[in-house]
């Protein structure tokens, strides 16, 4: 078995201990808000005390945490069953499974948005340091990292309204949504994709663009770099030598992207009316619906470590002066 493989396994077998303590963090952090589904029904006078007892009972909220919590573990590890959302009525895995394409889908292209943009500009302002162009391309970047997301949501809307642009809010046109896919359909997604992919990526293309330029001044003043120019290799094979050493640390935090994206569609998909995970999550925090909370935040963490394993894999492949062993 090769080392890389053993790395592999080893990962792995952590990450289900792991889960098991974020499941338990999870559980307690939903028991923790006050009241629970039903309560927003406290105050209905159109059901009585006994019509809610009754409702708990068979909700099963009548049972001890520590009840409730077993059996939701038992479920998933026998029958994958994340249990079931009281808002929605249906199962918790149907709700995450039927919104998961799009969410994965805007994350990635989100987050190819982000490198393309991010670290051809961090090149730049590395190899220009102190030049106009490097304290512009700072000034958007922290601009960038700084406004709020619902804000620029907000604001970018504001703008496309008063230019007559009626692409808003959504993945696609009235007419198109529910209809077999077609090169009208595929058009119309792309001129409504746009203020989602710069809303929520605009705040990770600031925060790549300042680690790639830092990065790559430190690459740029460290002695194998004066060792190269000084056997005589010209300054582009030099330069790139630089950049490909900068970009290892960006590997690692590659891992983290994932996530972060996840989280940040959160805001952007409630302002924009996106069919992602966001709204459920969010809507699930207001109405107590705990197993559906749970689920979500059980998936983000699966995502983070899948993220870091992923990162560590690449960086040990791409850098030959790490070893896995």
């Not at 304290?135 to 960038?144: E, K, N, P, Q």
């Not at 992207?257 to 996106?274: C, Q, R």
């Amino acid at each position: 078995m090769s080392n890389l493989t053993s790395f592999i396994i080893r990962r792995v077998l952590i990450m289900i201990p792991m889960m098991v303590i974020i499941s338990i963090i999870c559980f307690i952090i939903t028991e923790l808000q006050p009241g629970d589904f039903l309560s927003q029904y406290l105050d209905n006078p159109r059901i009585s005390p006994e019509q809610i007892e009754a409702l708990r009972q068979e909700l099963g909220l009548d049972k001890p945490a520590y009840y409730r919590y077993m059996l939701w573990v038992k479920n998933i590890v026998t029958k994958l069953d994340f249990g079931y959302s009281f808002s929605y009525q249906r199962p918790v895995f149907d709700l995450i499974w039927e919104r998961m394409g799009w969410t994965v889908g805007i994350s990635l292209m989100t987050i190819l948005l982000q490198w393309v943009i991010a670290i051809p500009l961090g090149i730049f302002s590395a190899f220009h340091p102190y030049s106009f162009w490097d304290y512009t391309f700072a000034v958007i970047a922290f601009v960038g990292i700084s406004i709020p997301e619902f804000f620029l949501a907000l604001l970018l809307m504001f703008f496309a309204l008063n230019a007559r642009y009626t692409y808003i809010g959504g993945l696609f046109s009235p007419e198109f949504i529910g209809t077999p896919w077609s090169v009208a359909k595929f058009i119309d997604l792309l001129k409504h994709l746009w203020i989602p992919l710069i809303v929520i990526g605009v705040s990770g293309v600031g925060g790549l663009y300042r680690v790639m330029r830092a990065n790559l001044l430190d690459t740029v003043g460290s002695p194998f770099v004066n060792a190269l120019r000084a056997r005589g290799l010209d300054e582009r094979t030099v330069r790139r030598h630089a950049v490909k050493n900068a970009l290892n640390p960006l590997v690692s935090i590659a891992g983290m992207e994932l996530p972060n994206v996840f989280s940040g569609t959160i805001l952007a998909s409630i302002v924009l009316n996106l069919p992602t995970i966001g709204p459920f999550f969010y809507n699930a925090l207001l109405n107590h619906d705990q197993y559906l909370v749970m689920s979500f935040l059980m998936f983000i963490a699966l995502i983070t470590q899948i993220g870091n394993l992923l990162a560590d894999i690449t960086l040990a492949l791409v850098d030959p002066r790490i070893r896995v062993a």
